[in-house]
């Protein structure tokens, strides 16, 4: 299991490693073909900045080579924001007094034609909290048969689950699994998830190879940029996909790495604040990094930025996104897990892309053919 492989990995050294780099170790990262996890953590170094025009120019033509000129798009579809979880940044918080709904079998038909009049979308992420309970196995199936006459990828973010559990939903028509990690830094991760199933750090990290032993076609990975140095979660994520792709080598994988907003609520507070710059690093070096990995951006990034990426190392987005239970029809703008920073329609995001010389498809990156 993978936190047996990531117990020999030390948090603290790999910081270090990462902050000692030099622009030698730069250049030599950028001279390879295929590079080491210790080639992508000069890659996210404080060094590689001053080498980002380069760094872009190749995630571009990496992108050509392996990707064409397509962009995947996909809509998520959150099902319930009932959860079982304490973590403390986000809104589905078990103790956060909002009203909490679990669609019904009518509901969740309902979202789904909603979202077919938004656009074509053949890719559907089903996400819930983490409520085994209420919205447990037998139910995520459910959702998947009734999805089935809709769409032709369906995809699930849900809490981690059996390497059994994961088998039978791919009888329902599961093609590939997002669970988010969101710190790899074990000694802190108890902080930002005190209690509930998500409080196991093992449990969570591990599912990744759940996922791999019930053949998942494919599999997202994420870390929630604002907990942790970003730079040496993200070179343990590096790790990580490294491990799985040895392991499970005939997975398609997927690197997401959303940013916290700062909360105007006063509510939890980003440790770390990334800038634009810094995110296009990281996305260049990923690129540079693995050329074949699908690179997502969730609507919380802004439009312009989403735009500037697309050509430069991006292969699939999401295009108006709802992050409440039934946004699309049955609950619009009450429930909602966080706020939105590309608010355009899905048909204005297919517009600006064509602009921009890029082709969406509504199939996602790991059903092409390239």
């Known amino acids: 299991m993978f936190s047996e492989y990531l117990s020999s990995i030390s948090?603290?050294?790999?910081?270090?490693?990462?902050?000692?780099?030099?622009?030698k170790d730069v250049e030599r990262a950028l001279r390879k073909r295929r590079l080491t996890v210790d080639d992508f953590m000069a890659l996210v170094s404080p060094a590689a900045e001053p080498y980002l025009e380069e760094m872009a120019r190749l995630s571009r033509d990496y992108t050509l080579e392996?990707?064409?000129?397509?962009?995947?798009?996909?809509?998520?579809?959150?099902?319930?924001?009932?959860?079982?979880?304490?973590?403390?940044?986000?809104?589905?918080?078990?103790?956060?007094?909002?009203?909490?709904?679990?669609?019904?079998?009518?509901?969740?038909?309902?979202?789904?034609?909603?979202?077919?009049r938004l656009a074509p979308f053949e890719t559907l992420l089903l996400v819930t909290g983490e409520n085994p309970a209420k919205a447990g196995v037998p139910y995520i199936a459910?959702?998947?048969?009734?999805?089935?006459?809709?769409?032709?990828?369906?995809?699930?973010?849900?809490?981690?689950?059996?390497?059994?559990?994961?088998?039978?939903?791919?009888?329902?028509?599961?093609?590939g699994v997002i669970c988010f990690q969101e710190t790899y830094n074990r000694a802190n991760?108890?902080?930002?998830?005190?209690?509930?199933?998500?409080?196991?750090?093992?449990?969570?990290?591990?599912?990744?190879?759940?996922?791999?032993?019930?053949?998942?076609?494919?599999?997202?990975?994420?870390?929630?940029?604002?907990?942790?140095?970003?730079?040496?979660?993200?070179?343990?994520?590096?790790?990580?996909l490294r491990y799985l792709q040895k392991y499970y080598w005939k997975?398609?994988?997927?690197?997401?790495?959303?940013?916290?907003?700062?909360?105007?609520?006063?509510?939890?507070?980003?440790?770390?604040?990334?800038?634009?710059?810094?995110?296009?690093?990281?996305?260049?070096?990923?690129?540079?990094?693995?050329?074949?990995?699908?690179?997502?951006?969730?609507?919380r990034e802004s439009a312009e930025f989403r735009n500037a990426m697309a050509t430069l190392g991006v292969t699939t987005m999401s295009a108006?996104?709802?992050t409440d239970p039934g946004g699309y029809y049955t609950y619009p703008q009450s429930l909602e897990q966080f706020h939105v920073s590309d608010e355009r329609t899905a048909v204005q995001v297919v517009h600006d892309l064509k602009a921009l010389g890029r082709e969406p498809v509504w199939k996602n990156a790991d059903q092409l053919t390239y």
Request: aromatic share 12%.
């Open 251 to 299: 997975t398609k994988y997927s690197v997401n790495f959303p940013r916290m907003r700062v909360a105007e609520n006063g509510g939890f507070q980003p440790n770390v604040v990334m800038s634009d710059r810094e995110l296009a690093q990281l996305t260049f070096a990923f690129r540079i990094f693995d050329h074949d990995v699908d690179i997502s951006y969730s609507t």
């Open 142 to 175: 459910r959702a998947l048969d009734l999805a089935k006459p809709f769409f032709s990828n369906l995809k699930i973010e849900v809490m981690p689950l059996k390497a059994e559990e994961y088998k039978e939903l791919t009888a329902h028509g599961l093609s």
């Open 320 to 322: 108006e996104s709802k």
């Open 66 to 116: 392996r990707f064409g000129k397509t962009i995947s798009m996909f809509v998520p579809l959150y099902l319930t924001n009932s959860c079982s979880n304490s973590c403390v940044y986000c809104g589905f918080h078990v103790s956060n007094p909002m009203k909490r709904t679990i669609l019904t079998e009518e509901e969740t038909v309902n979202e789904y034609k909603a979202i077919k």
């Open 11 to 23: 948090w603290d050294d790999t910081m270090s490693s990462i902050y000692s780099k030099t622009a």
């Open 189 to 240: 991760y108890k902080k930002y998830h005190p209690r509930g199933m998500k409080s196991d750090f093992e449990w969570r990290v591990n599912a990744f190879d759940r996922m791999g032993q019930a053949g998942v076609h494919s599999i997202g990975m994420g870390v929630l940029v604002g907990l942790e140095d970003w730079r040496t979660d993200m070179t343990m994520m590096a790790h990580h």
